[in-house]
């Protein structure tokens, strides 16, 4: 069973577009993370939810819309696609915990998405 | 913001051999963890550190949490060709709008 599953793995799409990421977790986590991979490998976050409420909200244009439909879940929408959206996005879930989220994330496999 | 430093970009070793790798920060973490990433998939956690000054091992691997909270270091000891991927390490800090920043990565090659 995949602890955290990534849907499609591989998204093609033209600029202006909109399209939709989708991320479950089974492993009972309380919080959800999306993470964007540029082609420099570079790892950084994008948005945190714990029980379907945002907690980080880094510096994303607002074409990103996640949704948290419930604590497994965490979607990501992207409006109007732009040519530098292309990057791998990875969802991530850990446990808050008694009062530490002590950073232990366990992440999908990775959503790369290409605009052309 | 926090940032994390890890140099060389990229480290090439023959199979056998040890390696280590650091990592900096200009600011204090609580926890400090190293992830491995191989090809298209996503970053997996070796070791996680919880303690300054804490020394922990994972099998072949050994990780420690400087005492000033603002370093790590990574051994990997008899390196076999599995070992290749890119190697994060990430500093973790409590408190309000916690989250995990990470350092850009070592990718790290083993020649047979």
């Known amino acids: 069973d995949t602890a955290v599953s990534q849907t499609p793995k591989y998204l093609v799409t033209q600029m202006g577009n909109d399209k939709s990421i989708k991320c479950e977790q089974n492993l009972g986590h309380d919080t959800m993370y999306w993470y964007k991979q540029d082609s420099k490998k570079f790892l950084k976050i994008m948005f945190s939810?714990?029980?379907?409420?945002?907690?980080i909200n880094e510096t994303v244009p607002n074409r990103f819309s996640p949704k948290s439909p419930d604590k497994a879940h965490l979607n990501l929408h992207i409006n109007s696609l732009e040519l530098g959206d292309s990057a791998v996005y990875f969802c991530?879930?850990?446990?808050?915990?008694?009062?530490?989220?002590?950073?232990?994330?366990?992440f999908g496999e990775g959503s790369r998405l290409t605009v052309l | 913001g926090q940032q994390l430093n890890q140099s060389p970009q990229s480290m090439f070793i023959q199979e056998g051999e040890d390696v280590s790798m650091n990592c900096t920060s200009s600011?204090?973490?609580?926890?400090w963890l190293w992830y491995k990433q191989d090809p298209g998939e996503g970053p997996v956690l070796l070791i996680a550190?919880?303690?300054?000054?804490e020394l922990t091992s994972n099998g072949r691997l050994t990780a420690q949490f400087g005492i000033t909270r603002k370093d790590s270091f990574l051994n990997i000891s008899a390196s076999i060709p599995s070992d290749v991927g890119i190697y994060f390490c990430a500093g973790h800090s409590t408190g309000a709008n916690s989250k995990l920043t990470f350092g850009k990565g070592i990718t790290l090659s083993v020649r047979p």
């Open positions: 939810y714990n029980n379907k409420e945002l907690i």
């Open positions: 550190l919880y303690k300054a000054g």
């Open positions: 991530a879930s850990s446990h808050l915990g008694t009062g530490a989220n002590t950073g232990e994330l366990f």
């Open positions: 600011s204090i973490f609580n926890t």
